[in-house]
């Protein structure tokens, strides 16, 4: 069940169950006996016409002020005594409701007989009690009117339950949805605007989600600027070391000093590795600031056999194969040019993992929701619970094993930020027959874009 559900519901019965208690606690405590209330009502009625009798017997001009000195013959709201004279007007000249002149000219009967005295001692003179005061008891003594009123009960009972649970569980949704944002990667969402002046325990929690958030992006923000200006400082030098081997090279060249041309080759080959590794960094730095893409029409089809092409030379060294299983036909899209980085890592990757004398297969389908372009490898795959921290920078799935992501741990972090700019997505999965299978999904908004 739903938390909303399970407000509703909680609430709604706290409801029933006070309307419930209150009725039983009204009809079973003591001196709530409706019969006893009835008689009590009742003599004070046939008292006050025992003393009009008498007085109209004894003085009948002056019975009725006789009468007013002794009884008071309004107790409102519990008790109204009308006196209504020969002529049909109340001796203490109030309005009779509806109710009682219908009963004092006969077209209804009184609910309590007891209340009602017009007897030939009275001289013409009626008495009407009336104990029914409040509208609410009015209604229950109706037909139908206890249904009547218990249905109103349940139904404003329900609305306010309603609008209770919408009050709490509202801003819970609004900063769940948040968080959902967050770990897709949008530190920019807030909520605390969305519950107003609140100031309880939500809105405390809202505004924590902020700071947290805040927090979060502000750390994350300072590691990649941390980042960024360590790459832009480590190029200077980079490229004057490669400056400096290269002029040693020369030297070692004209001295015939095979050894140390061997050295100095595998110190080109590291420092190529480390400029590789900075590349990635400030390609990786970059992509996580853009807010928009510089799409153009680009041939899906046509952008891949390049990247196969280009990946196969590296394949061949190593006695492996990559091949591209697409048609003919052109598949244009609005897409951004870091597009064929995302797409050339994955197959990199790929080819960097496959087994010796085995292929890697890139394929693209068209889907219902869009465009999909799948790499499977024939390699030894990754443990599952690595698969979903195989997009992570610098993520390595086994020490011994080195990173799964390449580009110096960022190859595939480049492709998964690069397809959610596109508003696509990148998975993988171990495949039945071994190997490791990266599916990557345009949306069909681009496609769309692209004829338009």
Not at 40 to 61: F, H, K, M, N, Y
Not at 109 to 133: A, C, E, K, N
Not at 298 to 314: G, H, R
């Amino acid at each position: 069940m739903a938390f909303y559900q399970r407000i509703l519901v909680a609430s709604w019965g706290i409801f029933l169950l006070t309307m419930a208690i209150s009725l039983s606690a009204v009809h079973f405590a003591p001196g709530s006996d409706e019969s006893a209330d009835k008689r009590i009502v009742a003599r004070l009625v046939q008292q006050v016409a025992r003393d009009l009798s008498a007085g109209l017997a004894e003085d009948p001009d002056n019975a009725v002020e006789a009468l007013l000195t002794r009884q008071n013959l309004s107790l409102a709201p519990l008790l109204e005594i009308y006196v209504i004279d020969p002529a049909g007007d109340d001796v203490l000249a109030r309005a009779l409701p509806r109710r009682i002149a219908e009963v004092y000219t006969g077209k209804r009967q009184h609910s309590s007989p007891m209340l009602h005295v017009d007897s030939p001692d009275l001289r013409g003179y009626t008495i009407i009690g009336d104990d029914q005061f409040f509208p609410l008891a009015q209604v229950l003594v109706r037909p139908g009117g206890r249904t009547f009123m218990l249905a109103v009960g349940l139904a404003v009972s329900a609305l306010i339950s309603i609008l209770l649970a919408r009050f709490i569980v509202l801003p819970v949704r609004r900063i769940r949805e948040a968080g959902r944002r967050v770990a897709d990667g949008d530190l920019s969402v807030r909520v605390a605007h969305t519950v107003g002046n609140r100031s309880d325990d939500i809105a405390s929690l809202a505004r924590d989600f902020d700071r947290m958030t805040e927090q979060v992006e502000g750390l994350l923000q300072d590691q990649q600027r941390l980042m960024r200006d360590v790459s832009h400082e480590l190029r200077s030098p980079l490229a004057r070391l490669l400056a400096l081997i290269s002029i040693a090279r020369q030297r070692a060249a004209a001295d015939d000093a095979p050894a140390s041309t061997e050295q100095l080759d595998r110190m080109e080959r590291e420092l190529d590795r480390v400029d590789e590794l900075i590349s990635s960094i400030l390609a990786f730095a970059q992509l996580d600031h853009a807010d928009a893409l510089h799409r153009q029409p680009i041939d899906l089809v046509d952008l891949l056999e390049n990247v196969v092409d280009d990946a196969s030379l590296e394949a061949h060294a190593e006695g492996k194969e990559v091949q591209l299983l697409a048609g003919s036909e052109p598949l244009v899209m609005p897409l951004d040019g870091a597009i064929a980085s995302a797409f050339e890592n994955v197959v990199r990757n790929a080819v960097r993992h496959t087994a010796p004398d085995s292929r890697v297969e890139v394929s693209i389908a068209r889907t219902d929701a869009g465009v999909t372009v799948t790499v499977d490898d024939q390699g030894p795959g990754v443990p599952p619970e690595a698969i979903t921290q195989l997009f992570a920078p610098f993520f390595r799935v086994e020490e011994g094993r080195g990173t799964r992501s390449g580009s110096g741990g960022l190859g595939l972090a480049i492709a998964e930020r690069c397809m959610r700019l596109h508003g696509g997505a990148i998975a993988a999965v171990n495949r039945p027959e071994g190997g490791l299978r990266v599916t990557m999904s345009l949306p069909r908004a681009a496609e769309a874009a692209s004829a338009g």
